[in-house]
């Protein structure tokens, strides 16, 4: 077999990793802290302690959407491992095929994962709705925003969500939608370092040099070197 070594993920989809991975992790503990503000009590008052956590969140919540918007255009013009389409595997023949013999091998029904590259079918079907969740999170988030100035550029892009749903649901669909973010990380970490050990493929290490390796013949999702 021929040994190959092969970049996988640029350097954008490197970048818009990262910076979602912090930008969730400040959102995550800065939300808790707005929903419990637990450094301000009766007897024991910081003052701006608040303004700062809003400050922070609204500066990841700028951070995230920044990065769902980087990771969209180069869905579109990226190499074929950061493709749109590749999130949609089940579209296809050969992604529902792919899709199946990983629920088999997390099913202990197959000894290994189906060979890939890229993102497994499973892990890319997750990712295409925790994106979902991400948007949601950002126009949720701007509009609860925007409400302070209704007249405003911000409200005015997202506000229309008002007209679907009152302002109590939004905001309890935001918190919630925390809990679903914070279980996505916890899910991702533990997944990334299974994948590592399982595969040898270099997956963590591709998170800060874009490259994975394996055996050519052992890759389903090894087509055209990607540009």
């Given amino acids: 077999m021929r040994r190959i070594v092969v970049k996988v993920w640029e350097f954008p989809v490197r970048l818009v990793h990262w910076t979602n991975f912090l930008a969730i992790l400040v959102l995550c503990a800065t939300g808790a802290y707005i929903h419990w503000p637990f450094l301000s009590t009766p007897t024991t008052a910081f003052p701006y302690v608040m303004g700062w ?23 579109l013009v990226g190499n074929r491992y950061a493709r749109i389409g590749t999130f949609f595997p089940y579209l296809t023949r050969q992604g529902r095929k792919s899709f199946l013999g ?5 099913a202990l029904l197959s000894p290994r ?12 079907t997750v990712y295409s709705g925790i994106f979902a969740v991400m948007a949601f999170q950002v126009v949720s988030g701007f509009a609860l925003l925007g409400q302070a100035d209704p007249s405003g550029t911000t409200y005015l892009l997202t506000g229309w969500i ?4 009152s302002n109590g649901w ?8 925390t809990f679903v973010m914070g279980a996505f990380l916890i899910a991702h970490v533990y997944a990334m370092w299974v994948s590592d050990l399982a595969e040898r493929d270099g997956t963590s290490g591709s998170l800060f040099s874009g490259y994975k390796y394996g055996e050519l013949e052992e890759f389903e999702d090894f087509g055209p070197r990607p540009r």
Wanted: charged share 10%.
């Fill in 53 to 75: 956590m809003r400050l922070a969140h609204f500066v990841a919540g700028w951070a995230l959407l920044a990065g769902l918007l980087v990771r969209l255009y180069w869905g």
């Fill in 113 to 124: 994962l189906p060979p890939h590259l890229g993102h497994n079918a499973l892990a890319l």
């Fill in 170 to 177: 939004v905001r309890f669909a935001h918190y919630a939608a």
């Fill in 102 to 106: 990983v629920l088999r091998y997390y």
């Fill in 162 to 165: 008002f007209s679907f749903v």
